[in-house]
């Protein structure tokens, strides 16, 4: 009651007479006294009164707070547990978790003190209804820093005493409160819902640790409040400068986590912590660069000063904090020169301490960033040859994709890591999701992996079989990107997949119309290289290519295309299909486009040969018709013959034989123009053409495919036939051969059609580097060849060769 009763009211005992009369009246004349002078009522009690421990309480209190460790308390508990009142059990879980136990120790001491800590256990969840906002908090925050799992329950019922409750406690309970939760792991939506809704009020009472700490436990338990986090950082900007580091970092990182967008709040915070990055530990230096990059905020005068602060500092960062550093640089797109090399120095003499997440984040880090570090890369290497077993599904998918994401070719130490990598994928294929698989594809592919094959073939096997669906593994769980990835990464490394292709042929359809510009792309050309093409995925595909525009495709994109549009025309003219005149035009110029840099060593050899064999030709001819760049022509220039042939087929053509119809469905008929062409293409291929079983790769086979379809004749030069071949000799008789294999006389032209002088060719090249004529460094040249000798357009004979050739007759 407000205020008691009345001493009128007081009853009078029966006993104590005159005495106890007087005693009365003096009680009275005080309490009229008390009146006058206006004493003031008794103040109102708390809503939960705790009722102070007694005397023996008391002293068992004392020995739980003297208590050195783990184990006395737990010896405390043992002894006086019959005494245990609500104080002492609350004590006794609170000095647990601030007392210390290695965490080898843990399990042990668990098990010693199982009976008791489920005793604990029990007796505490018959008194958490009563036990005041000071004790529940306690009590959470005692189990979650032991670490104690048995006792989660408990917290359960605590969150379902404390919800109701939460206008008892204050701030710093009701941060302690959330904090426990997070810290144990333990869902808690009813009470975090709770925290929400009645704290955003009272947030004007909370101090900076207290608000960055209930930030930090919402975004722990993935507790999203947005109108809560609004309120938090509202609150919060007119405190940063009472901030510390750590509350900075922690609720940077909550916002971050959680993925809610406060530009404010993190503006501000940004100019804070930028002056202050000298305050900052190297956890935190990682960690708050970790939250702007997850949170993809813009901060470039933070990330310089957090780089100056950090690059020579990282001798204090440990192996997580250097991985989350450089992660962050890498996404948020920061270039760091000497952050990122002070990173390599340390990762490469410290990665025997990384865990494989740590080594797979740093290799990716540094693979997207684009930095240089061979030294790195090489026992990154090493580590995941050795360690593959360690790593998950992920770990070993980006590993893999960061070397492949590097522009050199697989050294010998890279191929063995891929095929470990490949190894223990392969035993555990149904650990990776559908995200895993495709990027894994992807980087064997994009790698040359020498177990490409195998890897994609069991992927394939292993998204057809029965029940794949009831595994999580089934194609339409595929994102577009991730199909297309896939389709594009089996293509590539010509692996066994039929059955795949022919379920994606089956599944696309539907799913085109969500594909942005590459993953068209990338589609319809592992469509095309494999002859998987169907009618209504090409129809789908050509549809999607147009809805997207031209402009969203990039050159190589463009190439892949035009292809496509080979395919259509050359492979599967019964569908119908052909795109636009004007997009498939701006497809094949990107193809022409594409020349190649240079020749390969291989391919000068092999040209040599050709020059010694007495045949004029022409080094990375441009097919224009086609797009594509042949290694070796020999014979008439296509390009002049085909501006020969104008005039003598002027009469003959019809308007509709000039072009490929521009609408889809029109018929389509051979330019009959391309009959006139008289030239022989020789390939050089090198491994990259071929499996590891040398059979040729599906974009070889699609190049020499479309090229015979025009009439061209096409000699293929395996790399391992030329590398048997000793002395010039054995070279020029190996070329003669295969010419005359595929139909070709020895001047070079085919069996049976009359022999012509070449004309001076006039498509695009690029000059030998040897110093031999090239595609349009050719069209000055005379065009005279002689039987059995050498031409103009013809590569120089090397010093060594030459001396090895026969004499010739006087």
Partial sequence: PAHGPTPAELPVTERGGAGMAARWALLLLLCDVAARHGARPAPRPRARQHQRPGGRNREINQQLITATSAERIMGVFDSHAPEFDDVNLSTAWNRLGKSYIAHADRRAFFARNEGALQEMRARTDAVAPRLPSRNL?????????????????TMRKIAAAAAPRLHEFKPQEIANLVWAFARAGVAAPELFAAVATVVGSRLSEFKPQELANTAWAFARLGERSPVFFAQIADHARGLLPRFKAQEMVNLAWAFATVRISAPALFEAVACEAASRTGDFNSQELGNLAWAYAKADFAAPRLFAALSEEAAPRLSEFKPQELANTAWAFATAGIPAPRLFAACARQAQHRLSEYRPQEIANTAWAFATAGVHAPDLFARVTLSATERAAEFNAQELTNVAWAIAKRPATLTPLEDEAFNAIADDALSRLSDFNPQGMANLAWAFASAGAAGAPRLLAAIGEALTRPGALAQGHALPA??????????????????????????????????IADFEAQDVANTAWAFTVTQELRPDLARALARQALHVGIEAFGREACCQLHQFSMALRFDVPEFQISLPEAFASACRAAMVEQAPASSSQLHRDVSDAVSLAGLAHVNELCVAVLGYHCDIAIGADPAAALEA??????????????????????GLRLDPRLAHVDSVIIEVNGPWHYTPERSARPASETKVRHLRAIGWTVVEVPWWDWEKLQGAREKTTYIHRALLDAGVDEWGLRSGRPRAVPSPPVTAGTEHPQGGTHGAAAAAAAAVVWPCGRGANAAPIPAAMAASLPRPPQ
């Fill in 137 to 153: 908090a306690g009590v959470a925050y005692g189990i979650a820093r032991l670490g104690y799992r048995g006792a989660h329950p």
């Fill in 478 to 511: 595929f994102k577009s990107q991730e199909l297309a990835n896939l389709a594009w990464a089996c293509a590539t490394v010509g692996a066994e997949t039929g059955a795949l292709f022919q379920h994606l042929a089956a599944l696309l359809p539907d799913r």
């Fill in 645 to 666: 042939a104008e005039g003598a087929e002027a009469e003959e053509r019809s308007p509709a034989e000039e072009h490929v119809p521009a609408r889809p469905g029109a």
